[in-house]
């Protein structure tokens, strides 16, 4: 990381980026941010966080590019520096990249790749990104249409339909060397990872997310059959624990989470941040899809279970409740202890032969 204390005091090729939301979003913004490195090798980026969490997010998931200068508020420095930058980028949780300054003058002589890219971003999202006020989900609700029909994830809305290159077919983040020693002293053997997607603090648990006793089953289920591998519970501090799994280990550095992530034999859990964070340090994720759309949200590398009883309806409803108004979504009670057992079972045994 260098010293400049902002990247455009470089002199090299300066970028302001920031992403939105949760910790999912984050993971899959980095796609943006080394996409941005592809076309400008030599750039130097800011990267501008919003809430406190997004600082401790660009530190585990960023942390490692060369191309990283500096971690800034938000709110303390953007605004009066945003037009000093080369381009200034944000990557919205809806899956859309936009751009809030571009110096094209600067760019179509130091980065004409870069210069061209934010071109082409900026005529997709002319066509493409609207929002209807007071609902905002207009545009993962097309994006979602149109992956159906052209059989691509969320990653194609994010490039912008190609205006930024990016690849989701390899592993994009890494372990951090410094938690080395801190995994190992965790002494797990074989194991399996596991997240309920489920906070304390909700008055409702979340509509994508696998109820608890759905959850406390398939623990029961791996111990029965496979008792030499732990199931491990992994997830924040506020997350509610899953009863009779082997370790508990909540809340604890996301670097440490990573490490115990990468090393998993599988991570099993409902489409959410977790799923996308595994995926990206290259573990195999088993993802349950009831209101979250698996043809937009998930990777081909997985193994995914997706219910049968109605539309994925996660961008129809403002505050991603079940449409039907049932307190358990009838798509997540769909998906049974026993099908998700079933699915793991012939996975490890199929992974323990070859």
């Known amino acids: 990381m260098s010293e400049q204390h902002f990247a455009f005091e470089s002199g090299k090729i300066s970028i302001a980026f920031r992403f939105m939301h949760g910790l999912g979003d984050s993971v899959v913004a980095r796609k943006v941010f080394d996409a941005i490195i592809k076309l400008a090798p030599d750039c130097l980026i800011d990267i501008f966080y919003m809430r406190k969490a997004h600082e401790s997010f660009a530190k585990a998931f960023y942390g490692d590019s060369k191309n990283l200068n500096r971690i800034l508020n938000f709110h303390e420095y953007y605004t009066n520096h945003v037009k000093e930058y080369d381009a200034a980028l944000w990557v919205f949780g809806t899956h859309a990249t936009i751009w809030d300054n ?106 994508k997310a696998w109820t608890i006793d759905y959850l406390a089953e398939y623990v029961a289920l791996m111990k029965k059959f496979f008792p030499q591998i732990e199931v491990v519970q992994v997830g ?36 959410g941040g977790l799923i996308h964070l595994a995926t990206a340090l290259g573990t195999t994720c088993l993802t349950f899809f009831g209101m979250s759309d698996w043809h937009y949200f998930s990777y081909p590398q997985n193994i995914n279970v997706a219910s049968e009883v109605c539309s994925p309806c996660m961008y129809a409803s403002k505050d991603f409740g079940c449409m039907r108004g049932e307190k358990i979504p009838p798509c997540m009670l769909d998906i049974t202890p026993q099908e998700v057992f079933d699915v793991t079972r012939e996975y490890l045994n199929t992974s323990a032969e070859s």
């Open 102 to 207: 571009v110096n094209f003058e600067r760019l179509n002589i130091v980065a004409p790749k870069l210069s061209r890219a934010m071109e082409q971003v900026e005529a997709y999202n002319k066509e493409n990104v609207f929002d209807f006020k007071p609902w905002s989900y207009s545009v993962p609700m097309r994006n979602v249409m149109i992956s159906r029909s052209l059989n691509v994830n969320f990653f194609q809305f994010l490039s912008c339909n190609g205006a930024l290159p990016i690849d989701d077919a390899a592993p994009w983040l890494k372990v951090s060397p410094e938690f080395e020693r801190a995994f190992k002293n965790l002494k797990l053997g074989n194991y399996i990872t596991i997240y309920s997607n489920i906070s304390r603090n909700e008055i409702f648990p979340k509509a």
């Open 236 to 271: 924040g501090g506020d997350e509610v624990p899953i009863a009779n799994v082997d370790r508990k280990i909540l809340g604890g550095d996301l670097e440490l989470t990573k490490h115990i992530l990468a090393n998993s034999l599988l991570h099993v859990g409902c489409e």
